[in-house]
């Protein structure tokens, strides 16, 4: 597609039920990124995809989220147990080089 | 490890009124720096970029230099529209510990008065 798409939109779901949310980075872009936003705050880094190395996770803040990706395309970052502080946009990045990163949209996910 | 400061918003402006968005950061090496906007229901995408000591990054009336020496990147417009009304932030990449890894300042929200 033409830019990073990312699914669903909006998701409201209840405290400990697990969810998914999809990234599809734009075709041929090698990293791929997830960020969390919290209502009126920054970016909060997530995890890092490259290619095919070991992913960079240190930003994930507890053993509840994951996230996959298979080779350079679909990425999906799931959070088990949801917490009403999971409550954010979740947004998708992914970049063909070093430095430009190209956003996706968000999903805004309410854990009610 | 590396952080972004950015001044706090909201900031409100008349059209045709100077901007100025403080951003500073801690950092060791040389990282690149950003500032991404994210207009009204839209996602974020990149405004401008440096990627080395006193670089200027430029794009649509904005411009920010890299100022090694105050370790700052301020987002300057001469004269703002309403449609610049927007959150702005600040972003720094790599450096000798950063990695991939992109560190985002909270962001500064802009309005333009007509």
């Known amino acids: 597609g033409a830019g990073v798409s990312q699914s669903p939109s909006n998701k409201v779901t209840e405290k400990g039920k697990d969810v998914e949310l999809r990234c599809d980075p734009i075709?041929?872009?090698?990293?791929l990124y997830w960020y969390r936003q919290r209502l009126g705050q920054g970016l909060e880094f997530l995890i890092y995809?490259?290619?095919?190395?070991?992913?960079?996770k240190s930003g994930l803040p507890s053993d509840r989220f994951s996230a996959e990706r298979t080779g350079e395309s679909v990425s999906t970052l799931t959070i088990q147990r949801t917490q009403q502080e999971d409550s954010a946009v979740y947004l998708c990045?992914?970049?063909?080089?070093?430095?430009?990163?190209?956003f996706g949209p968000g999903t805004r996910l309410l854990v009610l | 490890g590396n952080s972004v400061t950015q001044m706090e918003g909201p900031v409100t402006l008349s059209e045709e009124a100077f901007l100025t968005i403080n951003c500073t950061y801690t950092?060791?090496?040389?990282?690149?720096l950003f500032w991404y906007v994210q207009y009204p229901g839209e996602g974020l995408q990149l405004l401008l970029k440096a990627t080395k000591a006193d670089d200027k990054g430029s794009n649509k009336g904005f411009e920010a230099t890299y100022r090694k020496e105050t370790t700052s990147f301020h987002l300057e417009k001469g004269s703002v529209q309403v449609s610049d009304s927007a959150v702005y932030f600040c972003?720094?990449?790599?450096?000798?510990?950063?990695?991939?890894?992109?560190?985002f300042g909270a962001g500064t929200r802009l309005f333009v008065k007509a």
């Open positions: 972003a720094l990449r790599g450096g000798n510990t950063g990695g991939f890894k992109t560190i």
């Open positions: 990045a992914s970049s063909s080089s070093f430095e430009t990163q190209y």
């Open positions: 950092a060791t090496g040389y990282p690149s």
């Open positions: 075709s041929g872009h090698t990293a």
């Open positions: 995809f490259q290619g095919n190395s070991a992913p960079d």
